[in-house]
């Protein structure tokens, strides 16, 4: 009887006011409920009782109820989002209004409380969570498989003139697996035929587009980790005459592996090899290390991740030397829905500086399953 008449309660103050603060009861007044009662008494009305959302007409609003049983949208949402915007209201994610804010009325350990049982609505465990979903750093791949565009971009700061871009398209299929097209475009200053030591303006052009397909071979929520395999071929689509792109075809093949620290830090690696498809260049094998941690501007507010990176790279043949890049870098939110997101960072040559310049790194990233680019501001 208390169930219905507090459901009964919440019910009426969801109707009677959106977006304002529920406090009907006191979150005491909860503490003897269950997790699947702290849901339906305070989710249900909108949410449905099976987490499926109650259909338009019965609540008399616009906005779609997202599905909580479908585990292609809820897996890949991290708890920590869900608890601000049931906290704090949909407007704290750039979602609507029409979804309340329930602090006064829950506390965050009750909310936390319902977030296990949303979890219990998707029943394909196959789907990897979205807490596994690391951020993306400026060169380790990550291991999660992701809706993602990103526009890449790289410009030397010291000797000769050369900048790089990339645009990035990844699109995830089925719970585990991903495909990614990647298509460089680079601007470089040529030396002069008679006299290197003298440049003569810019030279541009496509660099060598990649294909490739990941596949994440295993991840778990609870020991917070994910690995996964990948193969790429990298194709001779650059003109190498002007600098951009290799001889000919390569493949590459590597393990990615992210692991969730406590205090919101993370390590993420990947390691593999790149095999020429043609003669005359040899095989190399890298490795690349990524560490860095989450903050928060606010508690619920824009996310800034600083990241340390450190990447090698190495020819096999036995007198090879090896190239070590170090990349401290930041990552930040641009918007409210944090789904669109910016990294800047330095590469600095560790070994063989002579050979080789600082470089600074800049993405974009757009995770388009949240939304599309204007969206969520
Ligand atoms: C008054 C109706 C209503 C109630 C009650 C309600 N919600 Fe919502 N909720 C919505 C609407 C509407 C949306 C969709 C907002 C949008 O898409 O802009 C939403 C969206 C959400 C989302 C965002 C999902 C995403 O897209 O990432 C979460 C999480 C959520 N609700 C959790 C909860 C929880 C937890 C409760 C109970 C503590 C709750 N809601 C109670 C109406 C409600």
Redesign the pocket.
Known sequence: MPLILTSFC?ALI??SG?GLELQAQRPDDLNGLTNEE??QV??A???GPDGRGLDRSL?G?E????DFTDCD?AAR?PDA??IA??HEG?PV?G??E???A?RGA?TVEQ?ER??VH?RTFCTDSSWPRGELNLPRALLTEKAYPEDEWVIEAGAAVEGEGSVGSAFIYERRFGPRSQIEVRIPYGWRQRREARDPTRREGWVSGLGDVTLGMKHALYHSIESGTIVSLSGEVILPTGDESKGFGADGALVEAFASFGQILPSDAFVQAQAGVELPLHSGADNEIFGRLVLGRGFSQGQWGRSWTPMIELSAKRSIEHDAVTDVDIVPQVQVSLNTRQHVLANVGLLVPATHRADRSVRLLFYVLLDWF?GGFFEGW
Not at 63 to 66: D, H, K, L, R, Y
């Open positions: 919440v969801a109707l959106w702290l849901y305070s989710c009305n909108c949410h609540i609003f906005e779609a109820i997202p949208f949402e989002d869900w915007v049931a949909g994610r979602f609507s029409m979804m309340p329930f829950l909310l319902v977030m949303i949240d």
